[in-house]
């Protein structure tokens, strides 16, 4: 089986991963403030999971942060 990353997922998990250690939050205070788990968080920070709109909402309100805050990144189309 192969397994890629798509870019676009990294750079948006990188992110996320820099917004969450600048406010000083753990994968786990985002699991418990919402509905992701710690493994959800990772595999998204880590640009394994491709996910939902849905998603995109929970962790923005588990950072705190708006959802076009966290999409304010250099994507290549």
Known sequence: MI???DRRLVAFGANAKKIRES???S???????TSLTKSDVEAIEM?????AF??????????GESP???LDIELEI
């Open 68 to 70: 076009a805050n966290m």
């Open 54 to 63: 849905t998603t995109l909402l929970e962790l923005a309100r588990g950072l």
């Open 23 to 25: 406010k000083g939050i």
């Open 47 to 51: 640009g394994r999971k491709n996910f």
């Open 27 to 33: 994968q786990n205070d985002i699991a418990q403030g």
């Open 3 to 5: 397994h890629f990353k």
